[in-house]
């Protein structure tokens, strides 16, 4: 009976969705394990939001195996929804309730009982640092207090999956890193999350592993790090003044990549400040004037972009 | 936890988030109040004195006749109105991400709409305390018991909770919250192509075919007969008959619309 530590908190293959002609998950497997966080990433339009929902019980799929802490979403839709907490793109509170009633009718939905209601809401209210706002109407809130609310509703039954779709979605940069931080919290507390976003400073931030979808199809998965390691390395970008300057430059680094229009050179490096001091040095001792340095180091954007946005010109349509 | 239980227990937390939602916003409860009041007023004062000499009853005729002839018909109105309210309040909480959250816990679902029915409930209930409280400053005379008077609340708490759900599975249907406003309309002319202003003999034979048989006619003749003491004859009967048809068959539709996989 000790198959539970094993067991994957969202299991998912040959997942599939079409909305009439169009196909909008065309054959997904992904596997979480139980405690981890997961982040989809991808364009808008990719499908992550359908995903999410399929995952949730909220539509059903076409077609695909899927498991949610353990059960099929498509014939235990209430074991399922039992085990998760959903905040969606779109915030899903009550907004001509207080953050109190929210959180109370939250509470009542899953027969907290009398006393233990009351206790949550307040618990949760502190933590989410909506106490002042408690006695206020939602739809007076702003976009970061909604989404703060929105997440504190999904907590209240303390729920061992949770589905965040683009939980930072319009927010100004203060209140994303706040949601971070509830989010970063919310791991430590040994819950799962699935997370969907369109940036990839989040997933970095948040996910141990990251998944790429696009047009329905994962195109990537990995840590970050592995996703970084999927394009060109690190390099330093020497910018000189003068073809002879260059030449000299090219002869210094044979591993360098000159651009003889551009008049520049490209070093292999990992930017440390310890390897750019000596690249220097080298520089100096052969009295090579430089105009210009600029570090490059491979973040998930290049990721991003070299598999999302230019498979659109290398993509054979299905 | 049982499904019934769990269906009662979730069906109170809704109604009181229901309640909540028109105690905070109590314009819509009072306009659906006062639609009701205008036209009583209107048919009272401005037609009332021409349409009473014409119901050719033993008690005088004129504009005292015609309000106790009238006051039923438009108690039955206040349902419909109260329908209508109904109708846009589902549809514009479809609209809300709420519901989409409610989708996802397991609680029992059909509470989103018992929530709405019993809520509903309670405002036509004080819509019609209002307008029974004006009918009676105007002149409205019942000479009802007790008994008759708690037999007319029970007729109509029936006829009210089958019209809601009707009018709670209109508003799931429509697909904008301006399409539930008018699925309801035909609702607030029924009383009129009934037994509510005027006898139904004194339309032509056609219309009086329809105006005797469709649901408002037996509803409005057995409240004015608990009230007033006119004859029901087999009203009570069709009332019942009607209420429970419309009652079960909005609520299947009504349950199937929310049941409904909202990606198809």
Known sequence: MNTVTAQPAIAVSGLRKSYGEHRVLDGIDLHVPTGTTFALLGPNGAGKTTTVQILSTLIGADDGTLRVAGHDPATEPDAVRAAIGVTGQFSAVDNLLTAEENLLLMADLHHLGRARRRQRAAELLERFELTDAARKVAATFSGGMRRRLDLAMSLVAEPSVIFLDEPTTGLDPRSRRTLWQLIRDLVAGGVTIFLTTQYLEEADQLAERIALLDHGKLVAEGTPSELKRLVPGGHVLLRFAGARDLGDAARLFPDGTADHDALTLQVPSDGGVHSLRALLARLDDASVEVGELSVHTPDLDDVFLSLTGRADNTKVSA | ?264
């Open chain 2, 1 to 264: 936890m049982s499904t019934l239980s769990l269906a009662l227990t979730d069906s109170a937390t809704m109604l009181r988030r229901n309640v909540k939602h028109m105690l905070r916003y109590p314009s819509l409860t009072l306009m659906l109040a006062s639609m009701p009041v205008v036209f009583l007023l209107l048919f009272v004062y401005v037609f009332g004195g021409t349409l009473g000499n014409g119901l050719g009853g033993v008690d005088g005729g004129g504009r005292a006749a015609y309000v106790n002839y009238v006051a039923p018909g438009i108690i039955l109105m206040t349902v419909a109105a109260a329908a209508q309210g109904t109708a846009i309040s589902v549809a514009m909480d479809m609209t809300e991400g709420i519901i989409a959250r409610f989708r996802t816990m397991a609680i029992a679902r059909v509470s989103v709409l018992t929530g709405h029915v019993v809520g509903s409930l309670l405002q036509t209930l004080f819509s019609m305390v209002i307008v029974v409280g004006v009918a009676l400053l105007v002149g409205f005379r019942p000479n009802a018991t007790p008994i008759e008077w708690l037999a007319t609340l029970g007729v109509l708490a029936m006829i009210t909770f089958a019209l809601i759900w009707l009018s709670v599975a209109l508003g799931l249907a429509a697909k904008t919250v301006e399409a539930a406003s008018n699925y309801p309309m035909p609702l607030i002319i029924l009383p009129f192509l009934g037994s509510g202003f005027v006898p139904t003999d004194s339309m032509p034979a056609w219309l009086r075919a329809f105006a005797d048989y469709q649901p408002f006619t037996p509803f409005i003749e057995t409240v004015r007969g608990l009230l007033l003491g006119t004859p029901i004859g087999n009203s009570a009967l069709f009332a019942i008959g009607w209420s429970v048809v419309i009652a079960l068959a909005s609520y299947l539709w009504a349950r199937r619309l929310f049941n409904r996989d909202p990606s198809r």
